[in-house]
């Protein structure tokens, strides 16, 4: 049964019980048999206890929400033969199905839906009939704001790329639950570059080094339903900083670069800086899945890819061209 924002919704059979509100009946009358609670939190004022056991959970959906309205880049168009970045096709199949399998696997995921371009990429019709299809925006915030008003207002959203080749299942499921027990308009996560290095070696991503570790930033966030003007731009500028470093310089300014880049500034520090200088309630998350650090935006994150998947599919060594059969 799904409710609107701010209603407690319960959650699908299929589904394992993660997040619910007092054991109670909606009557609040308690249940026959009471749950064990595991852990206790709380989320935008919703209260969230984790069970082991119980009749009649209730729970907070969580949606997925994929951005695929990217554009390849010139150098990526020449050897994938691309415009269309989620079309980009790895071992005959284009990057976004790694990322729809992934996610339509998860325990924490209730349902998915694409902003892009149905047309552009080509998939298997039972995986295209098991999403929803939207169209993109011109720009990333663009997309997102699209997508989010196709979907309604029901709960958080998580929020990712389309161009994700290594993200698993169990990476998507340990960010959200993680993500939901922490406060905030967006939960961002920074990935410890040690798991990125494990799963892609080579990959070329630019690093924050806070007193905690060295991190990649992450390609998902975890976004509360009434999300700000703020918010929406703050998101498009920490998507153009992973890019380009003066974005993230101009966001936090000068001097906090200049600490992230030697170690001095923490993690909530980070965030405070970023809450003070946008007005966005932003928290960030240390993650230690890789696929969660690794996007393709370049040949050389192409390279990195086939040799990860061939790895997976014992097919190390594979030419890039058998890598776009299937076209």
């Known amino acids: 049964m799904v409710g609107g924002v701010g209603q407690v919704v319960e959650r699908s059979a299929s589904k394992a019980p993660h997040v619910v509100r007092d054991p109670c009946t909606p009557d609040g009358k308690p249940h026959g ?17 984790e069970i082991t056991g119980g009749e ?8 997925a929400l994929v951005l695929a309205g990217a554009r390849s880049r010139k150098s990526l168009v020449e050897l994938s033969q691309s415009r269309v970045k989620a079309a980009i096709r790895l071992y005959g199949r284009p990057l976004i199905e790694y990322v729809l399998e992934a996610l339509l696997a998860a325990e924490e995921v209730e349902d998915v839906t694409v902003a892009g371009a149905p047309d552009l990429v080509s998939l298997g019709s039972a995986m295209k009939r098991a999403v929803r299809w939207v169209p993109g925006g011109a720009s990333m915030a663009q997309s997102l704001e699209a997508g989010l008003k196709a979907m309604g207002p029901r709960g958080p959203v998580l929020v990712t790329a389309c161009d994700l080749p290594l993200v698993t299942p169990e990476a998507v499921d340990d960010f959200v639950r993680a993500a939901l027990r922490t406060e905030g308009e967006v939960v961002y996560p920074l990935v410890r570059r040690r798991a990125v290095a494990a799963v892609a070696p080579g990959a070329p991503k630019r690093c924050l080094v806070a007193r905690e570790g060295v991190f990649a930033a992450g390609n998902a966030a975890l976004l509360r339903r009434e999300l700000s003007s703020r918010a929406y731009a703050l998101l498009e500028r920490a998507h153009r900083w992973r890019k380009d470093p003066w974005t993230l310089g101009a966001l936090l300014g000068w001097d906090a670069l200049v600490k992230l880049g030697v170690g001095r500034m923490s993690l909530a520090e980070l965030e405070a800086r970023v809450r003070a200088r946008s007005g966005v309630d932003v928290r960030v998350l240390p993650v230690e899945h890789g696929g969660l650090g690794f996007d393709l935006d370049s040949p050389r994150d192409f390279a990195v890819a086939l040799r990860a998947l061939g790895s997976r599919l014992g097919r190390t060594g594979a030419p890039v061209g058998a890598t776009l059969a299937g076209r």
Do not use: C, D, M, N
């Open 33 to 49: 048999r009471p749950p064990r609670i595991a852990s206790y939190a709380t989320w935008h004022g919703f209260a969230l206890l």
């Open 56 to 63: 009649g959970a209730w729970v907070i959906v969580v949606r």
